[in-house]
């Protein structure tokens, strides 16, 4: 009989994020499957777990989901990654995929979940604190309250998502910001939303950054802002 | 020296979706408060916790957040529940507030937490898994992908927010949907979303419904709808 699918998030960074329903999947899972960008790279969501649960001795299984630009080169990877967790459960052996945040924002585990649901496999979701409920917490403002509403946009490729975003919806959410911080300070100063926004870097890592949008400041990749249009 | 106040996120139902932090400072917090809309009343995030923290023993306190329409009413409320709870502070004791889902989403904690912050009392919030992550992954479907996005929205006092939030944004979370479900299917319908959208009920609990949205049956307050443009 083949082994089980489980998604599973870890939460931002802080181990003590992880659920507990995370911690006893990742524990009893027979092969814990880990994806990264290139082979060998360190992951992130990989050394939040093992701060929550003993990985000795646990079948680790890499899974290679490359960053290219172009799309057809990007599913090649996916497949594969697929077809690569796709062997292991056909030994009859359950897989936990594990991802940063939760399961259903942003997530790779999308890809390996559809194939492999197609193919008629068991599958479970569990879901992690995504990064910016981490966030709002850790700077202590409120994502959404009373009859306000919440958008959450990612990877701005221009100015325009934010300024929509914005018109619309009294918070926003801008995710994986870092690539964006050489314009968004100066959009935001024009849009009035300088003293509005709540800058996250690194939630939960060692680098952790919680504080207002600074031109100076060289931030990475999973970088986060909140802006509320009615004031933090 | 007046103790600490928290804010703790407890999930949505389930209690193994509590972080293993929320279950920390529950377990060694010296005063659990329990928001409820009338006194006596049974509490959804008490009932959580307790599945997941022996509580025997532990001092509970209740604090009455009144779902009064008048908002003067309520800030009365408001104001005497944080009032409580800084009499516990003050006695030197820790005080955790437990809220369903995430501290940071619609939460009654803010409340209690500008007064108390305004004060100068030592605080922090404890994120949880918010309703619709679950919901999500319950349902086995993303709530946002690549560079799409998503827009939560609550209380639907008119057919105009859900129509808005779905011209501007790829994902739609409508929270709190139960009192909406007499015009809300047919409104989907009309949008062409029927087989869009996920209907999710007391997710976690014990008359638990995913599926679709169906005018036949009785939506119960805790209802969330996962609408998804792009298809589910």
Avoid: W
């Avoid at 992951?43 to 079948?59: M, R």
């Avoid at 850790?138 to 509403?149: D, F, I, P, R």
């Amino acid at each position: 009989m083949a082994g089980k699918l489980y998604g599973v998030g870890v939460g931002p960074g802080d181990p003590k994020l992880m659920t507990l329903k995370a911690k006893e999947v990742i524990e009893t899972a027979d092969v814990i499957a880990v994806p990264v960008a290139a082979a060998g790279e360190k992951s992130t969501a990989l050394s939040i777990a093992e701060q929550a649960v003993d990985l000795s001795g646990k079948e680790l299984l890499e899974v290679v989901f490359s960053m290219e630009r172009s799309v057809v080169k990007r599913e090649i990877y996916r497949k594969k990654a697929a077809e690569t967790i796709q062997a292991v459960l056909d030994e009859g052996k359950s897989v936990a995929m594990i991802v940063l945040g939760d399961i259903t924002v942003y997530s790779t585990y999308m890809y390996v979940y559809r194939y492999l649901k197609e193919c008629g496999y068991e599958t479970e979701m569990v879901p992690g604190i995504p990064s910016f409920c981490a966030g709002a917490a850790k700077a202590q403002v409120s994502l959404v309250e009373g009859n306000e509403s919440l958008t959450v946009i990612s990877s701005l490729k221009n100015k325009h998502v934010l300024k929509e975003a914005l018109e619309h919806s009294d918070n926003v959410v801008v995710m994986k910001a870092g690539s964006g911080m050489n314009y968004l300070p100066e959009l935001l100063e024009e849009e009035g939303m300088s003293d509005k926004t709540v800058v996250l870097g690194n939630v939960g890592l060692a680098d952790e950054y919680v504080g207002p949008p600074d031109k100076d400041i060289k931030y990475g990749y999973f970088t986060t802002l909140i802006v509320k249009k009615g004031g933090l």
